[in-house]
């Protein structure tokens, strides 16, 4: 009689799942792009006050919920005219909280390379692009690949905060079965599985991956 | 005169108020072995490093086969320091190998060696690895050419390090204390490669602290100390019979005072 739902269940969670998988995929173009570029100035610029400015973004960033920040980009900038949907205000908004991660974890890895890395391939004649690209990127990846991956699983995790804002994706779906059908552990264990069953293949992929790099070798 | 290939003239190097380098003047002819020695902290490796502006000279000139290297004129007649991009070029043509080697760990034996030939665009692929594998048989190691940096023992990567600087083709090659990170046995090998690339006459700057090799393999020393020179002559010369007693100090120090040395009959 319960499990009588479960097909159309599945069906509104896998619904849910697809919106999930491209809010977590957008977040995570821009929260790499956005990261990185910050991470390279963070690194290599000279100019104090960038760094500076990057430092604010970054504890801004860390210390204000993710929830709060999505209640900004969405209610607050209609309030001001400035309309998104809830899907592009979630992966905005978690994108920019990203980017502050990833900053601070590429930062840290490029960091980590001895300078002479960089100064070999310069002696060499390569060009100061052609180092970053050949030389430093490489290694900081590889380097970095473990903090990538849990920032990753992190993420999916994390797309669950965009129902708040009604973005249609697992846990939005699920709670307006909950509250339709009144089959409240079925819905939630299925919300649950259907998580794990996303996540657990990421993290599987990127364990694989560290060790195929080497990783920690 | 125009078997000079490189001439220091006035360097000086501070960092802030500390002065490292103080007026650095000297030449180096074609197909010459020249080493840099002297105490810790004396500007020897920072003088070599100041032959290809890893480190920006705070004045003089470096001048190879008469192109100024890092300046460039400005529109008003002035002189600018290159960006890093700009040096890229002349950079190519100074090899360069660092006390820790610095391969890249990312990269095969053989991508380490032929990177540069490929980026900086002066030959095909196939043309690179082929000249990187030359190059590794130069060293004796193109059996590892597939192999990782990490694989190798610490005079093996070095003697990579050098393939690497051979396959710039370069005017010269500055070896920055090749040996000091290398355990005693494995000392032996890499010198052994230096010495064949001095009886092939390439051109070599050469800071070191095995003093015996400067005198055996180098045809010049310069003996240096708180950032300036204070002895220079004939490998032999300088080492057998230092002048200066600051010269006579340090090699007493090191174990080669001239009293010191014991010579079979």
């Known amino acids: ?217 | 005169m125009n078997d000079i290939l490189l001439t220091v003239k006035g360097l000086k190097k501070s960092y802030g108020a500390v002065e490292v380098l103080k007026d650095i003047s000297f030449d180096l002819r074609r197909g010459e072995t020249l080493s840099l020695i002297g105490p810790s902290g004396s500007g020897k490796s920072t003088c070599l490093r100041c032959v290809n502006y890893l480190e920006k000279p705070s004045g003089g000139e470096i001048v190879l086969e008469g192109e100024h290297i890092g300046r460039v004129r400005t529109g008003d007649g002035r002189t600018r320091t290159m960006t890093d991009r700009e040096l890229a070029p002349q950079r190519s043509e100074i090899g360069m190998v660092f006390q820790l080697f610095y391969l890249w760990p990312h990269l095969t034996v053989r991508d380490n060696v032929a990177l540069a030939s490929i980026k900086t665009g002066r030959m095909s692929k196939a043309e690179a690895y082929e000249l990187a594998e030359a190059m590794l048989e130069k060293v004796h190691l193109r059996h590892k050419a597939d192999e990782y940096p990490e694989r190798l023992s610490g005079g093996q990567q070095q003697r990579v390090a050098i393939a690497r600087a051979l396959a710039q083709r370069p005017k010269l090659i500055l070896f920055d204390e090749p040996t000091s990170a290398l355990d005693p046995e494995l000392v032996g090998e890499v010198l052994g490669v230096i010495r064949e690339l001095a009886e092939e006459g390439m051109s070599m700057i050469l800071v070191t602290h095995e003093i015996r090799f400067a005198r055996d393999v180098g045809d010049r020393v310069i003996f240096m100390d708180g950032g300036v020179i204070v002895e220079e002559g004939p490998a032999a010369e300088v080492i057998d019979h230092p002048r200066k007693d600051r010269t006579r100090a340090f090699l007493g120090q090191v174990g080669h005072a001239a009293s010191t040395i014991v010579r079979a009959a």
């Open chain 1, 1 to 217: 009689m319960m499990l009588d739902a479960l097909p159309s269940i599945l069906t509104a969670l896998l619904a849910g799942a697809v919106t999930a998988a491209q809010v977590a995929f957008g977040a995570a173009l821009i929260a790499f792009g956005l990261g990185l570029a910050l991470a390279l100035v963070n690194v290599f610029t000279s100019v104090a006050v960038l760094r500076l400015a990057i430092a604010a973004y970054i504890e801004w960033m860390r210390n204000v919920p993710a929830l709060a920040h999505l209640f900004l980009l969405y209610f607050g900038l209609a309030s001001v005219g400035v309309r998104f949907s809830p899907k592009a205000a979630a992966i905005i908004g978690l994108g920019l909280v990203g980017a502050a991660v990833l900053c601070d974890v590429f930062s840290a890895g490029m960091r980590a390379l001895h300078v002479g890395q960089r100064e070999a391939a310069l002696a060499v004649g390569l060009t100061p692009m052609q180092a970053l690209r050949c030389v430093v990127l490489p290694q900081m990846l590889r380097l970095t690949l473990p903090s990538i991956g849990n920032y990753a699983s992190q993420l999916i995790k994390d797309t669950s905060i965009a129902s708040a804002i009604a973005a249609p994706e697992i846990m939005f779906y699920a709670r307006s079965l909950v509250t339709s059908t009144f089959q409240t552990p079925l819905i939630y264990a299925s919300a649950i599985a259907l998580y794990a069953s996303i996540v657990f293949p990421v993290s599987w992929m990127f364990n694989r991956l560290e060790r195929r790099l080497g990783v920690g070798r």
